[in-house]
């Protein structure tokens, strides 16, 4: 069987850690299995849907690396959410209510007050045609409900494992609002129908309306997908997500400069019995997933984690993935300034101020019982540097001296970079080359 799942975004905001895990975890379970997935941008809300952001979303799922197999919007699919209502409303699942939000909350106040649960009454399925015909008079427009079973529904889920959801404990839902508009809830159902959605993968927050759709999807039709609920995001505190990091969007990842793959390793990490560290390729990543791998407990999100993920995938970038980021950087210094400094950065961004430190003038720092050292340094250093120069001067510098360690170093890394750390230093003075190391010991601006 094909496998074939879907994300189903609405475009009312950019995407943010939350729903691009759940991007990442359907396109990861469709790519190992050589099946199918579909984008589906959930704009029935006409409103607070924008062309801006369904590009958004896409530009971010691109740079991300999830591509799409099949994309459609559910706002150009209206007549056939219309056609799924009609046969609902002909077989007595779909009825016409006429309460306001006031009434309904003044109903569900009362509920409260009685102890009971807050579940709708369902008045609109016993009103006579008279009836519905005063409240139109009124100028009310009616709501539609789905008529629950009122039985338990059951499913076998791939995360959570047996569930059931008693619909008698829910409030029939509302599948059209009163001015004519589908809320999500019976597009999906329609759409996965269509599509042949074999899985439908989601964050647990979903879990009661799934008991909902079950019914909605076997008064439509024989097809029932596969159910996945993902445990919920938290901070690395074990809290719910803080305002600003369940906001945080890809376009602000990738405006600081994070790499997609290491945004993937993490988020394709946590909440699952696998380490938590960078992974070399997608194609990896999709290897190494497995629903039996996610447990119940919350995943972890970590900004810190995602730093060190970022910086271990550096160290091991090839100069070809990164070729075209440093240009757009104006960083120079090709393959063998990126293969010395590579090991000392966590974004890619870092490099420029490496680029600056080894090729833009600048005067080598000396503090003053240094001067008479370093100046001797740059009278032993050879013209022609080699790989084996820096271990051979500074032998040397170490005999003639008597100067060992941190004394016979740090003025030397300080002298030639203007910094108390960074890459080893044999590379580093083969990238300066003999005329610049010497006037920097010299503490001449070069
Ligand atoms: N548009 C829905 C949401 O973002 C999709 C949920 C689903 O995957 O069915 O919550």
Sequence with gaps: MEVIARFAPSPTGRLHVGNVRTALINWLYVRERGGKFILRIDDTDLERSTNDYEQGIKDDLSWLGLNWDETFNQSHRFPMYEEAADKLRADGLLYACYETSEELDRQRKLQRVQGKPPVYNRAGLSLTDEEKAAFEKEGRKPHWRFKLSGKTVTWRDMVRGEQSVDTSSLSDPVLIRGDGSFLYTLPSVVDDIEAKITHVIRGEDHVTNSGAQIEIFQALSDHLPTFAHTPLLVGKDGKGLSKRLGSLSMEELREQGFEPLAICSLLGKIGTSDPIEARPSMEVLAEEFGFDKIGRAPARFDEEELLLINGRLLHDMPYEAVKEHLESLNVGGGEDFWNVIRSNITKVVDSAAWSTTLYSPMPGVIDDEDREF?????????????????????????????????????????????????????????????????????????
Excluded: Q
Excluded at 408 to 430: N, S, V
């Design 374 to 446: 370093c100046a001797a340094a740059a009278n032993a250093l050879p013209d022609d540097i080699t790989d084996g120069t820096w271990s051979d001067w500074t032998n040397t510098l170490k005999v003639d001296h008597a100067r060992k360690g941190k004394t016979l170093y740090m003025p030397l890394r300080k002298a030639l970079t203007g910094r108390e750390r960074g890459p080893e230093m044999g590379p580093i003075l083969k990238l300066l080359g003999a005329e610049k190391a010497k006037a920097r010991l010299c503490g001449e601006v070069a």
